[in-house]
């Protein structure tokens, strides 16, 4: 079945869909293993809900508003890699001689903290949905959402994999090294790995398919 997905105002949390007429809310951070592996949002059925309520659904979207949140994310990420190599001749002056044990564990605290920080920023956007309609007291369906192109399967899978390298590799590398400035930064990018799921399902067409259709429909 054809689909057309569109944003919410500032709220990167969710999505409505647009299927034969009729309109369905998608949260993207309702599991939180497609938060940690974005490709399942192709894989397995999400669940959405729907809203007959056509004054709901215009107090929701507005797509242009969504685009410039999105592109502040693309820019703190960019922002990110410029500061990395701004500091890289500094990075010695960052090295704090501690034992790779102290390490570990502050970096466990570090990724506990960026964590706990991205899932209060997802509850403030739930809260701000929630303020105009609750998702529970509407009717739920599955479905499965295909992927635009298999180009953009492709472009998904390899960006993804090569923040999950990089983010690996900054670990790695203050563990053995003790560098504040490398936990930094690759903190701030698993930060974005954690927003990764957003292009999965991105505003524009595509095709789905409800888990129970004679019910769905």
């Not at 809310?25 to 939180?32: A, G, P, W």
């Not at 609750?134 to 994999?161: C, D, M």
């Not at 090569?162 to 983010?167: A, K, R, S, T, V």
């Not at 900054?170 to 927003?195: P, Q």
Request: proline share 4%; net charge positive; aromatic share 14%.
């Amino acid at each position: 079945m054809d689909c057309e997905i569109q944003h919410l105002d500032r709220n990167i949390r969710y999505r409505i869909l647009i299927i034969n007429g009729e309109q369905y809310i998608l949260d993207m951070e309702r599991s939180v293993w497609k938060i940690i592996f974005p490709i399942l949002f192709w894989l397995i059925p999400s669940p959405v809900f729907k809203v007959e309520d056509q004054d709901i659904v215009e107090q929701l979207k507005t797509a242009k508003k969504e685009k410039k949140e999105s592109s502040w994310i693309i820019s703190l990420g960019g922002f990110g890699y410029a500061i990395g190599i701004l500091l890289a001749p500094l990075m010695d002056y960052f090295n704090i001689p501690s034992s790779p044990l102290i390490n570990i564990i502050l970096l466990i605290l570090v990724l506990f903290l960026t964590a706990f920080l991205y899932f209060s920023i997802s509850h403030q956007r739930k809260r701000k949905l929630y303020n105009i309609v609750a998702l529970e007291g509407l009717p739920r369906n599955q479905l499965r959402i295909q992927p635009s192109s298999t180009k953009h399967v492709f472009k998904f899978i390899a960006a993804y994999t090569f923040l999950i390298g990089f983010i690996i590799l900054g670990f790695g590398t203050y563990i053995d090294t003790g560098n504040i400035a490398i936990l930094m930064i690759s903190s701030g990018f698993f930060f974005l790995l954690l927003l990764a799921n957003r292009p999965t399902v991105d505003e524009g067409h595509t095709t789905v398919k409800f888990k129970d259709y004679e019910k769905a429909v």
